[in-house]
T-cell receptor, first 111, second 115 residues
Framework: DAKTTQPNSMESNEEEPVHLPCNHS???????IHWYRQLPSQGPEYVIH???SNVNNRMASLAIAEDRKSSTLILHRATLRDAAVYYC????????????FGKGTRLSVIA | DAGITQSPRHKVTETGTPVTLRCHQT?????MYWYRQDPGHGLRLIHY???????DKGEVSDGYSVSRSKTEDFLLTLESATSSQTSVYFC??????????????FGSGTRLTVV
C-alpha cells in the first residue's frame, strides 16, 4: 500500500475555501486516490476520487499533481458541517480492494 | 446509497462471553468489510467478504471470526470477548457509484464495551 502523509489538523473559517493536502510519493501508476471523511460519531463517507485528471463533484474538487505524488482536496466554501477527519487513500482500483486508512487530517471550521 | 445497517448500535458485555455483531445490506452487493476504530489507531480492517461463504482476513483478525451465509448479512463474532476488543466497529460495502466507479459505504457503527 502507498504511504500517505497528511497534516494532523487544519483550521478554516466558515465560508472560506479549504485546501487539504496529501503526499503519496510511493503511489503506483494504477492507484486511484480516494478521499473519505468522517464526521463526529459517524462512519466514514465517500467524498471524491481520481486517477490523473482533476475531478469535481457536488461535495468537493480534487486536484492531482502532474507527477501524482500529491493531491489536494478542495472544499470551496467550508461550512460547520464540514468539520471532520479527512482521509486520503490511494488504492489499486476504485473497485473492491479494502481501504487502508491512515490518521487523516482533522478539519475544524470556525464560525 | 445502498442501505446498510448495523446491529446492535451499542453493547456492553462481560469478558469471556461470545458476541456477534450484524451487518445487513439491502442491495445485493458482493463485497463487505468489517473495521474497528480505536483512538490513536484509526480504522483497521478485521475481515472482509467477497461473496457468500468467501471471506478473508484483514490486518487485525486475531480473536474474530466472520460468516456470510447469505449476500445481505455479514456477521462478526468475538468468540470470547476481551477488554482489548472494546472499540467501535464499522461495517462497509463497496458498490458502483453512478458515473464514478466504486465507492465504499459505511454503516453507523457499533460501540462495543467489554467489561
Amino acid at each position: 500500500d502507498a504511504k500517505t502523509t497528511q497534516p494532523n489538523s487544519m483550521e478554516s473559517n466558515e465560508e472560506e475555501p479549504v485546501h487539504l493536502p496529501c503526499n503519496h510519493s510511493t503511489i503506483s501508476g494504477t492507484d486511484y486516490i480516494h478521499w473519505y471523511r468522517q464526521l463526529p460519531s459517524q462512519g466514514p463517507e465517500y467524498v471524491i476520487h481520481g486517477l490523473t485528471s482533476n475531478v469535481n463533484n457536488r461535495m468537493a474538487s480534487l486536484a492531482i499533481a502532474e507527477d501524482r505524488k500529491s493531491s489536494t482536496l478542495i472544499l470551496h466554501r467550508a461550512t460547520l458541517r464540514d468539520a471532520a477527519v479527512y482521509y486520503c487513500i490511494p488504492t489499486i482500483a476504485p473497485g473492491n480492494t479494502p481501504l487502508v486508512f491512515g490518521k487523516g487530517t482533522r478539519l475544524s471550521v470556525i464560525a | 446509497d445502498a442501505g446498510i445497517t448495523q446491529s446492535p448500535r451499542h453493547k456492553v458485555t462481560e469478558t469471556g462471553t461470545p458476541v456477534t455483531l450484524r451487518c445487513h445490506q439491502t442491495e445485493n452487493h458482493r463485497y463487505m468489510y468489517w473495521y474497528r476504530q480505536d483512538p490513536g489507531h484509526g480504522l483497521r480492517l478485521i475481515h472482509y467478504s467477497y461473496g457468500v461463504k468467501d471471506t478473508d482476513k484483514g490486518e487485525v483478525s486475531d480473536g474474530y471470526s466472520v460468516s456470510r451465509s447469505k449476500t445481505e448479512d455479514f456477521l462478526l463474532t468475538l468468540e470470547s470477548a476481551t477488554s482489548s476488543q472494546t472499540s467501535v466497529y464499522f461495517c462497509a460495502i463497496s458498490a458502483r457509484r453512478q458515473g464514478a466507479g466504486y465507492g465504499y459505504t459505511f454503516g453507523s457503527g457499533t460501540r462495543l464495551t467489554v467489561v
